[in-house]
Nanobody, 124 residues
Framework: QVQLVESGGGLVQAGGSLRLSCAAS????????MGWFRQAPGKERECVIV????????YYAAFVKGRFTISRDNAKNTVFLQMHSLKPEDAAVYYC?????????????????WGQGTQVTVSS
């Protein structure tokens, strides 16, 4: 069983930056694909960015456009989402998720463990 706990969300002005963290429990963290997703009110949960077990970014959404990046520290069982140049449309609840699959999925249905989410609000 894996537990994921996000932190780092909050209110930021447009153009600002935030760094989200996701701390994971469990010994197999280093073998998991890790993804960040977000969900705005009334919208479906969407994949933001995905990193495989070896640290390669295998997917990022078009809206990322070089503004966001993901990193992981396997020694600390933590994955990060660094966000720059935030826009009001980036406001959402952000979730980290872990997938045990051998490939690197982008569908939320293929992720096995989820954090509780952290709210990101961007003021214009």
């Amino acid at each position: 069983q894996v537990q994921l706990v996000e932190s780092g969300g909050g209110l930021v002005q447009a153009g600002g930056s935030l760094r989200l963290s996701c701390a994971a429990s469990g010994r197999a963290f280093s073998s998991y694909t890790m993804g960040w997703f977000r969900q705005a009110p009334g919208k479906e949960r969407e994949c933001v960015i995905v990193m495989n077990w070896s640290g390669a970014i295998t997917y990022y959404a078009a809206f990322v456009k070089g503004r966001f990046t993901i990193s992981r520290d396997n020694a600390k069982n933590t994955v990060f989402l660094q966000m720059h140049s935030l826009k009001p449309e980036d406001a959402a609840v952000y979730y980290c998720a872990a997938s045990t699959r051998r490939y690197t999925p982008i569908s939320p249905y293929e992720y096995d463990y989820w954090g509780q989410g952290t709210q990101v609000t961007v003021s214009s």
